[in-house]
C-alpha cells in the first residue's frame, strides 16, 4: 500500500533537516505514525500491522544516528504489536497508535519543561554558560533559571556549517537572557570564563559515551582542561537500547554542499570535504546527563536503559541467541 | 597626503587581505623600496618610514615578524646614517627580505625531515612556510596526506586546501569543530604562527590552541615552525602579545541573521595563545628546539642581558637622521 502524502513529507522533512534536533523529529516520527493509522483505509487488521511496520521502517531510514527516532516509533509499534497479539480488532489497533502517539509527543513535552526544572538547579546566580548547537533541553534549562531570577550570561557557538547556533541565540534572546555568539574555533579561548557548559544530546551510549552535534566533543575536551563543569540535558529516549547488545552509534556524514558551494566542489575536484553531523563525548568529560527522570552521572546510562527498555533489550539478546 | 597614497596597504593589513604573516612582510618591504626608489630625497624617504612604521604595526600587533622586521630595517638605516644613499636604503631592505626568506627555506627543509613517507599530517590556518614544507615533501618524493580545516570566519582555510591541491597532496577539508573528530587519524600536527612568547606560548590564529589540545590529547605531535624573527623578546620582560579583535561585521553571517530576524551580537579575537606544554616543538632556522628552550635562543639573539630596542627609541633616532 501507498504511503500517505503527508507521511512522506514528514519523512522528507526530518531527512532534509528541515525538522531538526533529536526531540522534535522523535515528535514528528509519533506525529507520522498516528497520521499513518488516521489515514489507512484498508480492512484487515493483518495488513494494518505490515503497513504500520512499513511506515516505521520508512521514517527511521530518513537519520541514522538520532536514536531517539527509533525509540519514539518502538514506543509506539511495541504498544500496537502488544494489542495486535492479545487479538483486538482494526479499530482498536487503529485507537493503539493514535493514543500511543499522543502519549508519547505529551511525555516529550513535558519532558524539556521537567529537564529545565531540575537542570535549573544546578544553575548558580552570576554563572557563565558556553551552549553548542540548538538543544530544546539545554534551552529549557537556562530559561528555567534565568525564570527563577539568576543572573545569566550565555556563549552560543555559531555551530558550523548549519549556523544552529543562531536560533539557540534568537531563543534565548527573546527570553530577556545575555547572550554572545562565538565562531566555534574560539571556544577554547572563551571556556576560561565559563562556569558551565550545558549541551543536548542525539544519542546516549550504554557506556554514557555522547553522541551530539559535531565540535560537542571538542568542547567537553576543553571544558575539561579547564575544570569547567560539562552538564548534558537530555530525555531518557535519547538513550540507545542497541548499543547495550554491542551496537556501535552510526555518525552520519551529510552533504559537502553544507560547507562549501558547488563552485569550489568543481574548482577543486582533488580536495575531498567530509562533513560528520555529529561526534562522540567520552563519559569521562561529562559531569552528570540531566534527564527528566532526574540527574545521573552517565557511567549510569546503564539504569536508564535497563529501566526504561529492558524489554526491548531482553528481545534483542532473544533474537541474538535465536540467531546463533 | 600620506594616508591617502599608502590607503591600499594599509587597508590591506587591516583588513586582513593577506592571510600569511611572511606575506604581509614582504608586501611592507615592497612598498619601502618603492618608496626609496621613488623619491630623489632620502629625508622624505625617511620621513615617510617614520610616517608609516607605527601605523603599520599598530595594525597587526600580533606580528612578531612583522614589528622584528620593520625595527631591524630602521636601525640599519640609523646605522649607516653616515653613508646613506637610496641604494644603501634598498640593499638594507633586501637584505633583510633575503634573510626571511633564508630563514623559512631552512625552517621547512628542517620540517619537512620530520615528515615520514605515509604521514597524515594535519595543518590549520595559511602558512606559506607550511606549503614550502609540503613541496619540499613532493621533491623528495615522500607520500603524504593533508587534513585541514576551514577555519571561520575567514575560511583562509579553504584557501590553503586549494593551494595544497596545487602541488597533487591529497588534502580533506572539515568544518574547525571536527578537529577532534579526525584527530584519531592523524599523525603530525603542523603550524606556522604570528608570535612566540618567551615562555615558548604560541600565538597563532583562533582555534589553534583546540587543535593543539585535541592533538595532546590523541598523543599526536605539534610541530610549530617560526624563524626567530618571529620570537618577541618583549615578552621577555613581561609584555603581552596584544589579541586582536575581530569586528563584528566580519563575523556575523547577514544571510542566516537575515532569516531568523533578529539582530546578533557577537564576538571573537583574531588569535589564541597556546600553552607551552602542548608543543612538542618550535622548528627555527636556528634549529629544531624546545618550546620551552625559547629564552636561549633569545640570548643568542640579543645578548645577555637581552639588550632589545624599544620601536618609539629606534623612530627617535631616525628622526635625528633627518635634516
Not at chain 2, 301 to 322: C, F, G, H, M, S
Amino acid at each position: 500500500m501507498k504511503f500517505p502524502e503527508e507521511v512522506l513529507r514528514i519523512a522528507n522533512d526530518i531527512r532534509l533537516m528541515k525538522i531538526r534536533g533529536a526531540g522534535r523529529i522523535a515528535r514528528a516520527a509519533a506525529h507520522g505514525l498516528r497520521l499513518a493509522a488516521q489515514k489507512y483505509r484498508g480492512r484487515d487488521r493483518d495488513s494494518f500491522i505490515k503497513y504500520m511496520r512499513e511506515v516505521s521502517e520508512m521514517i527511521k531510514n530518513t537519520r541514522p544516528t538520532a536514536v531517539s527516532l527509533p525509540n519514539a516509533l518502538t514506543y509506539i509499534i511495541s504498544r500496537l504489536m502488544k494489542r495486535y497479539e492479545e487479538g483486538y480488532g482494526l479499530m482498536e489497533l487503529k485507537k493503539t497508535v493514535i493514543d500511543s502517539a499522543e502519549e508519547f509527543i505529551s511525555y516529550s513535552l513535558h519532558a524539556i519543561k521537567r529537564i529545565g526544572e531540575i537542570g535549573a538547579g544546578r544553575i548558580v546566580n552570576g554563572d557563565i554558560i558556553m551552549t553548542h548547537c540548538n538543544s530544546s533541553a539545554a534551552i529549557s534549562i537556562i530559561v528555567a533559571a534565568h525564570l527563577r531570577g539568576k543572573s545569566i550570561k550565555v556563549y552560543a557557538t555559531e555551530t558550523r556549517p548549519k549556523y544552529q547556533g543562531y536560533i539557540t541565540y534568537k531563543a534565548l534572546r527573546e527570553k530577556g537572557i545575555d547572550v554572545t555568539l562565538i565562531p566555534d574555533s574560539a571556544a577554547r579561548f572563551f571556556m576560561k570564563k565559563v562556569d558551565k557548559v550545558i549541551v543536548g544530546a542525539d544519542t546516549v551510549a550504554s557506556n554514557g559515551a555522547v553522541v551530539n552535534k559535531i565540535g560537542t566533543s571538542l568542547i567537553a575536551l576543553a571544558a575539561h582542561e579547564a575544570r569547567v563543569n560539562f552538564l548534558v540535558a537530555t530525555e531518557t529516549y535519547k538513550f540507545s537500547p542497541v548499543t547495550v547488545i554491542g551496537e556501535l552509534v552510526e555518525i552520519e556524514e551529510r552533504s559537502p554542499l553544507e560547507i562549501v558551494d558547488e563552485k569550489f566542489l568543481k574548482k577543486n575536484m582533488l580536495i575531498r570535504i567530509r562533513n560528520p553531523a555529529f561526534d562522540v563525548t567520552p563519559p569521562e568529560y561529562i559531569d552528570a546527563i540531566i534527564t527528566e527522570k532526574g540527574v545521573i552521572p552517565p557511567q549510569a546510562a546503564i539504569l536508564i536503559l535497563k529501566e526504561d527498555y529492558g524489554w526491548v533489550i531482553k528481545d534483542y539478546i532473544l533474537k541474538i541467541v535465536s540467531e546463533e | 597626503m600620506f594616508n591617502e597614497y599608502y590607503r591600499d596597504l594599509l587597508e590591506d593589513i587591516r583588513y586582513r587581505k593577506t592571510f600569511s604573516s611572511s606575506q604581509i612582510v614582504k608586501r611592507v618591504l615592497d612598498e619601502f623600496k618603492d618608496i626609496a626608489y621613488n623619491s630623489e630625497d632620502i629625508n622624505n624617504i625617511i620621513k615617510t618610514y617614520i610616517f608609516l612604521t607605527p601605523k603599520i604595526i599598530e595594525l597587526r600587533p600580533t606580528s612578531a615578524l612583522l614589528a622584528n622586521s620593520l625595527k631591524k630595517i630602521l636601525s640599519g638605516i640609523v646605522e649607516a646614517r653616515q653613508k646613506l644613499s637610496r641604494e644603501v636604503i634598498v640593499n638594507i631592505i633586501d637584505n633583510v627580505r633575503r634573510e626571511i626568506d633564508d630563514n623559512n627555506h631552512a625552517v621547512a627543509i628542517m620540517a619537512s625531515k620530520r615528515i615520514s613517507n605515509g604521514d597524515i599530517i594535519l595543518t590549520f590556518s595559511y602558512s606559506t612556510v607550511v606549503l614550502e614544507m609540503l613541496r619540499n615533501l613532493v621533491k623528495e618524493g615522500k607520500k603524504v596526506e593533508v587534513y585541514i580545516s576551514e577555519s571561520r570566519p575567514e575560511a583562509e582555510g579553504l584557501l590553503m586546501a586549494e593551494m595544497i591541491s596545487k602541488l597533487n597532496i591529497p588534502v580533506t577539508v572539515f568544518v574547525d569543530s571536527a578537529i577532534r573528530y579526525f584527530m584519531k587519524e592523524v599523525d603530525k600536527v603542523v603550524i606556522s604562527c604570528e608570535a612566540i612568547a618567551s615562555n615558548g606560548a604560541v600565538v597563532n590564529k583562533i582555534g589553534t590552541s583546540e587543535v593543539a589540545l585535541a592533538a595532546y590529547e590523541a598523543r599526536v605531535r605539534v610541530f610549530v615552525l617560526a624563524q626567530t624573527y618571529k620570537f618577541s623578546p618583549e615578552t621577555f620582560f613581561g609584555e603581552l602579545v596584544e589579541l586582536m579583535s575581530y569586528n563584528v561585521n566580519s563575523l556575523v553571517n547577514k544571510e542566516i541573521e537575515e532569516k531568523i530576524g533578529v539582530r546578533v551580537k557577537m564576538s571573537s579575537p583574531i588569535f589564541d595563545v597556546t600553552p607551552p606544554e602542548y608543543i612538542d616543538a618550535i622548528i627555527t632556522e636556528k634549529g629544531v628546539i624546545a618550546s620551552q628552550a625559547v629564552p636561549f635562543i633569545l640570548r643568542e639573539i640579543y645578548n645577555w642581558p637581552l639588550k632589545i630596542q624599544d620601536t618609539n627609541l629606534i623612530i627617535k633616532e631616525l628622526a635625528r637622521v633627518v635634516k
